[in-house]
C-alpha cells in the first residue's frame, strides 16, 4: 500500500477489497476510485473535491487562511479562511470550534441531485443505509447541481445515482470554482489537487 500524500491511498488489487472493508467496518470517510483513466478525462471548473491537511499538521502551515480537518473529523479553518470565504458561499455558516482561534463547518446546503456514475465496480454498506462505492474515477453533475454550487459556493454530496437507483452515501462537501480560485489566491495548502467533476446534462 502506497500514499502518495495523506488523503491519497494506493492498494494493490489483491489486497484491494480486504483494505476497503476494513477501513469501512473502522467508520474511516474515503473515496473509492480507479486511477485507470488518468488525468486524460477533462474536468469541470466549476465544482470540486478539495483534499484538505488533516489539523496534525495545521501549525506548519505559513501565516494567512487556514483551512483543515480536525481529529473528529469536522472542517475547520481560522477567520482569515472564513473572511474569504463568506461572500462567495452567504448561506454557509461557521461556529466556533474546539481549536482556538478556529471556526468550524457548521451548515452548508446540500446539492439538489446526487453524483451521478456511469461504471459502478463495488459498493460497501455503511450504517444508516449508506454506501461507499468503488467506480472508474468519472463522477458528473447535473445542471441542478452546477446551478446550485455557483449560487451557494459549496454543497453537501449526500449519494450517487447509477443505472437509475441512488445510493446515499457519507456526506462530501463540494466546493465551487470561485470559492476554489479564492483560496488558490490567498495560497491556501491542501495535501493533494482539486478532484474536479465533470459538467455533463445528466438530466435525461
Not at 19 to 29: A, E, F, P
Not at 53 to 62: A, S, T, Y
Request: glycine residues 8%; hydrophobic residues 40%.
Amino acid at each position: 500500500m502506497v500514499a502518495s500524500d495523506p488523503e491519497e491511498w494506493r492498494i494493490p488489487d489483491e489486497v484491494f477489497d480486504e483494505m476497503v472493508d476494513t477501513l469501512v467496518g473502522r467508520g474511516y470517510q474515503l473515496r473509492v476510485t480507479s486511477p485507470s483513466l488518468g488525468k486524460e478525462v477533462p474536468r469541470v471548473e466549476q465544482a470540486a473535491y478539495l483534499c484538505l491537511v488533516p489539523e496534525w499538521q495545521v501549525d506548519d502551515l505559513p501565516p494567512g487562511p487556514k483551512l483543515t480537518y480536525a481529529e473528529d473529523g469536522k472542517i475547520i479553518g481560522n477567520q482569515d479562511l472564513v473572511a474569504a470565504v463568506a461572500p462567495l458561499a452567504p448561506d454557509v455558516q461557521w461556529s466556533p470550534s474546539d481549536r482556538e482561534e478556529f471556526w468550524e463547518l457548521s451548515y452548508a446546503p446540500d446539492l439538489p441531485d446526487p453524483i451521478e456514475i456511469r461504471s459502478l465496480f463495488k459498493k460497501w454498506r455503511r450504517s444508516g443505509g449508506k454506501w461507499v462505492v468503488s467506480h472508474d474515477g468519472r463522477e458528473y453533475f447535473t445542471n441542478a447541481n452546477a446551478h446550485a454550487i455557483a449560487v451557494n459556493g459549496m454543497a453537501w454530496m449526500t449519494g450517487y445515482r447509477h443505472g437509475g437507483k441512488i445510493l446515499l452515501s457519507p456526506p462530501t462537501l463540494i466546493w465551487g470554482g470561485a470559492v476554489i480560485d479564492a483560496l488558490v489566491s490567498r495560497g491556501i495548502q491542501f495535501s493533494g489537487s482539486p478532484v474536479y467533476y465533470l459538467c455533463e446534462s445528466c438530466d435525461r
